[in-house]
Antibody, heavy 119, light 111 residues
Framework: QLHLQESGPGLVKPSETLSLSCKVS??????????WGWIRQPPGKGLEWMGG???????YDNPSLKSRLTISVDTSKSQFSLNLKSVSAADTSVYFC???????????WGQGILVAVSS | QSVLTQPPSVSGAPGQRVTISCTGT?????????VHWYQHLPGTAPQLLIY???NRPTGVPERFSGSKSGTSASLAITGLQAEDEADYYC???????????FGGGTKLTVL
């Protein structure tokens, strides 16, 4: 069974960079049948697609975050990562990593990690 | 504001049938991109309920069904149970955004 585990700091200061990683276990990160992504949920709000990446490094961007967001993949470590720069309180969210099928639906989710942006 | 529009809330009594709508545009649902549905309980990861408009993953009860027509899609839940109380999200792909798109979510209350 595929397992995704997010890791990173639970608190980030405003204007700094939020960095998270997602470790993939129980399956291969390298396949053309799916890609990997980040989805977040601000407190009391809905789900927001942030962006994705496949094992070749091709990215799938959300235009609203493109200028601040970098997603990378390290196939040797079976993980992918997110860097969101210049964060503000509006970036406080639960961040989920996910595996997305080529039909563009989420097949597997991580448990989520709460990241607060506060000084 | 999400481009996929869902009602903020719906409710029903145990045993009843409820539907949740998801209205899109010509760049997503209307462009013949598939619609998928997730159930989300607070504090947990969302779970896939319906994929490819009408397909249920293994383990999802037949009480849950999906449909799509034109620029809209719907999730129907029959034989409502207390455990169905959750947030439900539709999701599709948008050609203008060139990416995944979620609806705003609908809170289902079982009376």
């Amino acid at each position: 069974q595929l397992h995704l585990q997010e890791s990173g700091p639970g608190l980030v200061k405003p204007s700094e960079t939020l960095s998270l990683s997602c470790k993939v276990s129980g399956g291969s990160i390298s396949s053309s049948y799916y890609y990997w992504g980040w989805i977040r949920q601000p407190p009391g709000k809905g789900l927001e697609w942030m962006g994705g990446i496949d094992y070749t490094g091709r990215t799938y961007d959300n235009p609203s975050l493109k200028s601040r967001l970098t997603i990378s993949v390290d196939t040797s470590k079976s993980q992918f990562s997110l860097n969101l720069k210049s964060v503000s309180a509006a970036d406080t969210s639960v961040y989920f990593c996910a595996r997305i099928s080529t039909w563009n639906y989420v097949q597997y989710w991580g448990q989520g990690i709460l990241v607060a942006v506060s000084s | 504001q999400s481009v996929l529009t869902q009602p903020p809330s719906v409710s029903g009594a145990p045993g009843q049938r409820v539907t949740i709508s998801c209205t899109g545009t010509s760049s997503n649902i209307g462009a013949d991109f598939d619609v998928h549905w997730y159930q989300h309980l607070p504090g947990t990861a969302p779970q896939l309920l319906i994929y490819g408009n009408t397909n249920r993953p293994t383990g999802v009860p037949e009480r849950f069904s999906g449909s799509k027509s034109g620029t809209s899609a719907s999730l129907a839940i029959t034989g409502l149970q207390a455990e169905d109380e959750a947030d439900y999200y539709c999701q599709s792909y948008d050609s203008g955004l060139s990416g995944v798109l979620f609806g705003g979510g609908t809170k289902l209350t079982v009376l």
